[in-house]
């Protein structure tokens, strides 16, 4: 288990990615959707060297990670927000775990804990939840 929040063993994650993938099936995974509204012009100077890289090696780095790692990479800034659009990303999908009780699936508690915003001084928000309704 994670030492504190947010950070998971690789073997955790692929554990979970697993057990999910085998015991619910293929089908309750889904695609990462954006909203068109979060994919508009970024900032044309970048600060980091790793987004100023061509889109197509930044999706040669987004096909090496296992799919909490492409939401994680994603996440990061708009511009591989939209590199992320090209990577097709797959991961459990809250609407197909709803009879399957989201809350009881390891991956989609671990998804969760890795994307879930903190508040000052690195508390857990715990304002956000998994939605199976949209």
């Known amino acids: 288990m994670p030492s504190y929040h947010g950070q998971y063993p690789k073997d955790y994650i692929n554990e979970a990615i697993y057990r999910c993938w085998r015991g619910h099936g293929p089908a309750s995974w889904g695609h990462f959707i954006i909203p068109e509204t ?4 970024s900032p044309t100077s970048q600060s980091s060297m790793l987004v100023r890289l061509p889109p197509e090696l930044l999706h040669s780095i987004f096909e090496y990670l296992d ?3 492409k939401v994680c990479l994603s996440l990061a800034c708009k511009h591989l927000l939209r590199v992320s659009c090209l990577a097709n990303v797959k991961l459990p999908s809250a609407i197909k775990h709803r009879q399957l009780c989201p809350p009881s699936c390891i991956a989609m508690r671990t998804l969760l804990h890795l994307v879930l915003p903190v508040k000052p001084g690195g508390k857990p928000n ?9």
Do not use: E, I, M, Q
């Not at 979060?38 to 012009?41: M, V």
């Open 67 to 69: 799919p909490f790692g």
């Open 38 to 41: 979060l994919l508009g012009p």
């Open 126 to 134: 715990r304002a956000v939840a998994v939605c199976s309704y949209c």
